[in-house]
């Protein structure tokens, strides 16, 4: 049967018509057949599409089917709707009407499109010619029949000859009963789709209820599923939750209101498909909702309910230190002199000069662990190279490497106290408010293994020298050599010429292990151990030992520790767990002795103590008439959180802290430069500029040098260090680089000078006598000696340098015991013990680079353990807060248990929401007019930094200010520092004879 589509259009112009618009369709999945009676648009009459059973119409589309039919041959229509049977999933070919004036084309094909939007408004029926006669002639071999069309029909069939398909469904779309029948269709397609999400035979993402895998239930794949199976469906909510404009713009991130719609309405259909509905439960917990609150949301399918949440949470808390325990029970190094020889070289190569002149058969392969976890054998040996030898070395690399295959990931345990009030509401005899101290722990996995170091003890505490135990000459030299750097930072930061160089400073000092800094670090949280530390270590200590410490069975059955692992915390933790382990060190065992957890200090504590102390020193409420001071300073910028206690407002009294150590800063290189104010030009020669970016880096260090020699004070430090060498070596000075004896502490200090290239520091003592101090001057000085300290130990702990870590523990025992934090000085002496001679020197080299957890990855971006065990805590409270006074250890276990699949939760909604998270860093707002009220009261108010000796502040505890941050003498250092190292060795002895 051919079928023929002629019009009559001789009233229509012969100009061209005007541009097609291109109206996107969606493509309907096919349909069950004869479930829609067919449809015949391009002839004079039409069939209902809701049905193909007469008996199914109602009434009025019974007469409209009548009225369609009258005047035709039902039997050529009925032919004509079986051979033209098209649903809106298949393309539909129309044929192409010649115009007059144009040759005929290739028929159009109309293909609907899956990805646009269906319920786009059409644009209106253009009909010019309301006289143009349209008619469609049926032809088949018996039969020819032309039916003249009008009405909605006519319309669409004329805008389809000329091209306009959009024009014609908005034809077919102004009837109404023609829009009943296709919403019914978009209905039944709709309805298969949402049964095709929510199929078990291909299950939909939000199916997703692993607790450990819902971090992956993204807004993203949530999306790119509906595209793919309910495509009429994600039409439908884009239209819904958007403006026109915005679906036009094609901004994905607009697609985020799609997610919450479409999660709430499939779960309201299939309960199973409550993916997002459990993350969002979990989240609403984490931030503290009631199960009030859970049970209301859950009736309105946002999430699912409290029950449903704790049981999610209980099956994530499954396996949670599983890492770990393996990581205890996973053999160690194969150290056996076939693979690895006891005196491995650690820290440089021999040249294969020196390696050459030694015989073949005394020359040892060398094997060096690198940074990236490989071994390496560089063998040096005479241009003869033998073969036999060759095939040795090459069978020694393949047993390091195969032993190397075996060994799992080192650790460390850091715990501390979590502490939270529970009140009751009813208050009685039997029902009080609990005041609950539990043990929080997390492990942290090395990133530095040492495993090129050797595991024996080089030397013993007892045979280390006191003054090793104190900063000196050359540590002095190195920390100067930082803190010009951190200078160069203020003045680039502050000064308007110095801020050409800006790009011109060394913004992240490397270090050995740099590369490995970067790296995003592994932790574990352990739970809750249900005790206090305060009184009840040993538990913790017996629990630790059971659960995580390496043992292995010995003979008799009995536990035998394999290795000792670190186990930090705070000063108090330490402490705690140092004395646990010396009530118990008659045992017969390490295990029985609680030996194999070595306790360790962390460093935020420490040095938040050290900035206490400092503000004990610079800061007091008398000198606040007296310009140039601490007090002084935050009462001219109004700043009231400056005087506020150091130790608990930490971060804003630091904060102002950090501003006014700008000022002081710039203020002494103004006056070390004779600028007159800090808009002074000419300091800088043009031709500096024009230097590549290593040269002006050096030039600007050495130019700022000088500076910091002049105003940073390090000398009583270092000359308690040479008094405590001279006073145990019987007067001999020892020069701190060569160890070359000197009788005369002049002539130490000119070999020191001379060969080693040391400028020894400026002693206030022999510049000048007391009675002509400037005390000003003295107080200028010292505020900036200590905050660039502070400053330099916290750049340290952000790049994870933990040489320089433990460098400024060094540093910060004296200022410790002076200061009276007799503790934390103690903890600082025991942290250089445990490096000098406690520890073997793989252990003593775990302990130094191991010392800060990277929590994102990227440079400068890692904070101390014991700050990260802090936000832990903070974390847990969090948890616990939707248990209000139902907080029972049962409870609290499952939540801390499931803590990290918690966090990893919140984190993935946080990130698939583009809602950030404070990064920890606080990096406040720094006002430039403070900072220039600052200066001004320094520099010219106060011309602090003027050196005119007898000048005094008015403030009466500020009057005789000294120059030196540390006054103890080698009377009162030495003897103290003697009976800890005895002590410390006695138990070392006893320790050893345990092990052997």
């Known amino acids: 049967m051919r079928h023929t589509f002629m019009t009559n259009m001789s009233n229509v112009s ?40 007469a008996s199914e119409l109602n009434p009025v589309e019974k007469r409209h089917e009548s009225n369609l039919l009258q005047g035709t041959d039902k039997e050529n229509v009925c032919q004509i709707q079986d051979e033209m049977s098209v649903t809106t999933s298949m393309p539909m070919i129309l044929p192409n009407i010649p115009r007059p004036g144009r040759p005929a084309s290739a028929p159009a094909i109309l293909v609907p499109c899956a ?51 959009n024009y014609a469904l908005n034809a077919v779309w102004s009837d109404d009963l023609n829009r009943l029948y296709l919403q019914r269709k978009i209905m039944d397609n709709l309805d298969k789709e949402m049964d095709s999400v929510c199929s078990i035979k291909n299950p939909s993402i939000l199916r997703e209820t692993e607790p450990k895998k819902l971090h992956s239930v993204s807004t993203k794949a949530i999306i790119n599923e509906l595209k793919t199976k309910a495509p009429l469906f994600h039409s439908f909510l884009q239209t819904a939750t958007l403006r026109k404009r915005a679906r036009s713009e094609g901004n994905q991130d607009k697609e985020l209101h799609i997610v919450s719609p479409a999660c709430v309405i499939l779960k309201a259909r299939n309960k199973d498909m409550s993916a997002w509905a459990s993350k969002n439960a979990v989240t609403m917990q984490y931030g503290g909702c009631s199960t009030m609150v859970l049970k209301r949301l859950c009736s309105q399918f946002v999430c699912v309910g409290p029950t449903t949440a704790l049981a999610l949470k209980k099956k994530a808390g499954i396996d949670f230190d599983k890492h770990v325990k393996d990581a205890a029970s996973s053999s160690v190094v194969n150290r056996t002199d076939a693979v690895l020889y006891q005196d491995l070289q650690r820290t440089h190569m021999k040249t294969s000069t020196n390696l050459c002149k030694i015989p073949m058969a005394y020359q040892e392969p060398v094997c060096i662990y690198d940074v990236n976890n490989s071994f390496t054998l560089r063998v040096s040996m005479p241009i003869a190279i033998d073969p036999d030898f060759l095939a040795v070395t090459e069978a020694i690399t393949h047993q390091i490497k195969l032993s190397l295959s075996q060994v799992k990931d080192q650790f460390q345990i850091v715990g501390d106290n979590v502490d939270m009030e529970v009140k009751a509401k009813h208050m009685a005899t039997d029902r009080r408010s609990k005041s609950i101290h539990w043990f929080h ?236 104010t800090i808009d002074g030009k000419g300091i800088i020669s043009p031709e500096i500029f024009k230097l590549p970016k290593e040269q002006r880096i050096k030039w600007l260090l050495e130019m700022l040098r000088p500076c910091a020699e002049r105003f940073v004070s390090l000398a009583d430090t270092t000359n308690l260090e040479k008094d405590v060498s001279n006073a145990q070596n019987q007067a001999i000075y020892l020069c701190s680089i060569c160890a070359k004896e000197y009788k005369y502490r002049k002539a130490r200090d000119n070999h020191e000078k001379k060969i080693h290239n040391l400028t020894p520091a400026i002693d206030m003592d022999k510049m000048s006598d007391e009675d002509e101090e400037d005390h000003i001057w003295n107080y200028g000085s010292v505020y900036i000696t200590l905050g660039l300290m502070l400053r330099n130990a916290d750049d340290a702990v952000s790049e994870g340098d933990g040489e320089e870590i433990c460098a400024m523990w060094k540093w910060f025992m004296p200022f410790f015991k002076d200061r009276n934090s007799t503790k934390y000085a103690v903890a600082a002496v025991h942290l ?165």
């Open 441 to 676: 722990m997390f492990a942290h996995m090395d990133e530095v293994h040492g495993y090129e170091f050797s595991e024996d003890h080089d030397r013993e505490l007892s045979d280390v020298p006191l003054h090793e135990f104190l900063p000196s000459t050359y540590e002095a030299s190195k920390l100067l050599d930082r803190l010009v750097i951190h200078w160069s930072r203020v003045v680039t930061r502050w000064i308007p010429e110095f801020q050409q160089l800006a790009d011109s400073v060394v913004r992240h000092i490397p270090h050995q292990y740099s590369d490995i800094m970067l790296e995003k670090t592994t932790t574990i949280p352990l739970g809750l151990l249900f005790h206090n530390e305060n009184d009840e270590m040993i538990e913790i200590l017996k629990e630790l030992h059971e659960r995580y410490v390496p043992v292995d069975k010995s003979v008799y059955g009995h536990p035998k520790v394999r290795e000792q692992i670190f186990f930090g915390g705070d000063q108090l933790t330490e402490e705690r767990a140092r004395n646990a382990q010396r009530a118990r060190i008659d045992a017969d065992s390490f295990w029985e002795g609680f030996q194999g957890v070595i306790p360790k200090n962390e460093d935020w504590h420490a040095f938040r103590i050290a900035f206490q102390r400092m503000m004990e020193v610079l800061s007091s409420p008398q000198t606040t008439g007296d310009p140039g001071t601490f007090f002084y300073n935050a009462t001219i910028t109004n700043n009231s959180n400056a005087k506020l206690d150091s130790l608990n407002e930490y971060q804003k009294v630091k904060e102002a802290f950090n501003l006014y150590l700008d000022a002081y800063i710039v203020a002494a290189t103004m006056k070390y430069l004779g600028m007159e």
């Open 14 to 53: 012969q100009s061209t018509p005007r541009q097609k618009r291109q109206v996107p369709t969606t493509m309907t999945p096919p349909v069950r057949k004869g479930s829609v009676r067919k449809k015949l648009a391009l002839g004079g009459t039409q069939q209902p599409i809701c049905s193909n059973k």
């Open 832 to 996: 250089q013990a445990l490096l000098k001679g406690l520890l073997s020197p793989k252990d003593a080299h775990r302990i130094m680079w191991n010392r800060t957890v990277n929590r994102r990855g990227g440079k400068g971006h890692r904070v101390s353990l014991d700050f990260h065990l802090e936000n832990l805590n903070l974390a847990l409270k969090n948890s616990l807060k939707h248990l209000g006074v139902n907080l029972t250890e049962n409870a609290a276990g499952q939540e801390a248990r499931a803590l990290q699949a918690v966090v990893d939760i919140v984190n993935s909604q946080n990130k698939d929401l583009n809602v950030t998270k404070p990064s920890g860093y606080h990096k406040k707002y720094q006002s430039q007019t403070d900072f220039n009220l600052v200066l001004d009261a320094i520099f010219n108010q106060a011309k602090m930094f003027d050196f005119q000796p007898g000048r005094k502040f008015k403030a009466a505890k500020f009057s005789e200010f000294s120059r030196n941050i540390v006054h103890l003498k080698v009377n009162v250092i030495k003897p103290w520092l003697k009976k800890w190292i005895m002590l410390w060795s006695a138990e070392q002895r006893q320790l050893k004879a345990i092990s052997d």
């Open 115 to 165: 990805t646009q939007n269906v319920f786009q408004e059409l644009p209106n029926v253009v009909d010019t010619d309301q006289s143009a006669v349209v008619k469609v002639t049926v032809e088949s071999p018996a039969h020819r029949a032309t039916y003249v069309i009008n009405g909605w029909q006519r319309k669409a069939i004329k805008q389809m000859a000329m091209g306009h398909t």
